[in-house]
């Protein structure tokens, strides 16, 4: 396979899962000819519907994302997957649990499955699942699923990407539905609980219930009313009833022009995140070359120079010598 940023660009507007992987991973490592090859795909981006599910840690995710490879596959839909794991060093495929569960589809052509560590991506790992997802949209998956655990900041920030958010809960985890954290509860479109053969899971049913009723009335005339589905992934019970609700989710989206709105957002919060860290990049250098740099350093560290005077007087600097 040619190597040049042109011929990766072609390979995966052809579809090719070589050329994917290798772009996920040029982008990853913040190599030049991802960049290049990227912008030569990006025109073909914005049609996939990107699913995301999060939940706690073994609520099931990779089982139901499984399932929902199958279903969706039935549909006649090519399916892409992310799978976002933070807790784990690996990257480039290699999150071994999830390579074993989805392994019975791994040699269809028309999934394509990537696994994400924390390691090695530049600019962290919203940006490099934003990345991958721009990838798979273009090699025109119709579904893309990103799989993360709902904890952290970083895996709202993914969740916030998708058009619909499904939040996976089980039975057992406690008094309080310790999955439906209050700022889940807002991002979540679909309400899951899993392993729904599990003793407890009436009772985890009757709490979200509650809760999203509660949400409900503090959101008047909202057009989609989030559904509570039970599955039990193992087995592929309920997953046909998610596939159907996320579809509705995603043609209510198409027909209230959300769909678009969603896409927008997504790279207009991209392009500013990226315009924000280019230019305090390009500024700390100016600074650093500075010689009055270290003088002003040397005051901060003295303390005859308080920290935000030193900013404000070193950016003034800076800015009368650009100006
Ligand atoms: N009883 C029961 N077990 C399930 C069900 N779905 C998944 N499991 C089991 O739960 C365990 C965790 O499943 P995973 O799919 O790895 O869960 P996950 O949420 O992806 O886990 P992490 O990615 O590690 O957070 C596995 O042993 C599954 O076999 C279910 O519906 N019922
Ligand atoms: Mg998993």
Known sequence: MSQTPL????????????AGARLIRWLEEGDPRGREALAAVYPHTGRAHLIGITGPPGAGKSTLTNA???????????VGVIAVDPSSPFSGGAVLGDRVRMQQHALDEGVFIRSMGTRGQLGGLSRATFDAILVQD????????VETVGVGQDELDIVSLAHSTVIVSVPGLGDEVQAIKAGLLEVGDLFVVNKADRDGSEQIL????????????????????PPLLRTVALKN??????????????????????????????????????LREQSAARIMAEAMADPATAVVILAVDAGTLDPYSAATQLLWRLSLKVG
Do not use: C
Request: aromatic share 4%.
């Open 138 to 145: 273009a090699m025109g998956y119709d579904v893309v699923i």
């Open 68 to 78: 929902l490879i199958s279903e969706q596959r039935k549909r006649g839909r090519r």
């Open 237 to 274: 019970e309920g997953v046909e009833a998610l596939v159907d609700a996320l579809d509705a989710h995603h043609a209510l989206l198409q027909r209230t022009g959300a769909f678009t709105v969603r896409v927008q957002e997504r790279s207009r919060h991209m392009f500013l995140g990226l």
């Open 7 to 18: 011929a990766i660009a072609r390979g995966v507007l052809a579809r090719e899962i070589g």
């Open 206 to 225: 009757r709490q979200l219930e509650l809760m999203l009723h509660l949400r409900e009335q503090t959101r008047p005339n909202q057009d989609w009313t």
